[in-house]
Nanobody, 113 residues
Framework: QVQLVESGGGLVQPGGSLRLSCAAS????????MAWYRQSPGKQRELVAE???????LYADSVKGRLTISRDNTKNTVYLQMNSLKPDDTAVYYC???????WGQGTQVTVSS
């Protein structure tokens, strides 16, 4: 049963923007904190941003001030607004609960000129 579906990735130039979306099942969305993670080639998966059920947020130092996580409780959807993107942001981005459950396929973000 698919419970998390990510979308919105793509190719963008350095300095550009993207918005990722993640549709979750109502049950997951209601109970769990939600988060975005990413994994670059040759690196371990890392936490990018987290948002609690109450709306509090937490960010990795490397993305503070550039990436913004938000959630729409009426749509069971969590977003990641990505601005001022850098080549180091290139990765597969995954949406999941915090702590994570089984992983989905993620969405590829490539930052390159």
């Amino acid at each position: 049963q698919v419970q998390l579906v990510e979308s919105g990735g793509g190719l963008v130039q350095p300095g550009g923007s993207l918005r990722l979306s993640c549709a979750a099942s109502e049950r997951l969305f209601r109970i769990y904190n939600m988060a975005w993670y990413r994994q670059s080639p040759g690196k371990q998966r890392e936490l990018v941003a987290e948002i609690t059920t109450g709306g509090s947020t937490l960010y990795a130092d490397s993305v503070k001030g550039r990436l913004t996580i938000s959630r729409d409780n009426t749509k069971n959807t969590v977003y990641l607004q990505m601005n001022s993107l850098k080549p180091d942001d290139t990765a597969v981005y995954y949406c999941n609960t915090r702590p994570p459950r089984p992983w989905g396929q993620g969405t590829q973000v490539t930052v390159s000129s």
